[in-house]
């Protein structure tokens, strides 16, 4: 995905589902390093393929298929799927 068409997804999720994570509930800002010495607030919100793309690239960009997750829940369902994606020998895509 582009980035305009990641802030259109963004902004079509807000609207149907709320600003907060899918999973927690979690909403807000987070201070990160935007590079060049420069610290920036970005949400702590990040897209999410509810089924990998990997496992259904047909629906990567289809608002069905994604949801707002924070960055510790997006970061643990990340690594649980490619947990089960090493143990069923399918590989780590």
Do not use: W
């Not at 609207?15 to 420069?38: F, P, Q």
């Not at 949400?43 to 960055?71: T, Y």
């Amino acid at each position: 995905m582009s980035s305009a068409e990641r802030r259109a997804a963004r902004a079509a999720l807000v609207k149907r589902d709320g600003d907060g994570c899918a999973n927690c509930g979690a909403s807000g800002t987070r201070r990160v390093d935007a590079g060049y010495g420069r610290i920036e607030e970005r949400s702590i919100l990040e897209l999410d393929h509810r089924l990998p793309i990997v496992d259904a690239p047909h629906l990567a960009k289809d608002l069905s298929n994604l949801q707002l997750l924070c960055f510790d829940c997006h970061k643990a369902k990340t690594m649980a799927e490619r947990s089960a994606r090493a143990s069923s020998g399918r590989g780590l895509l």
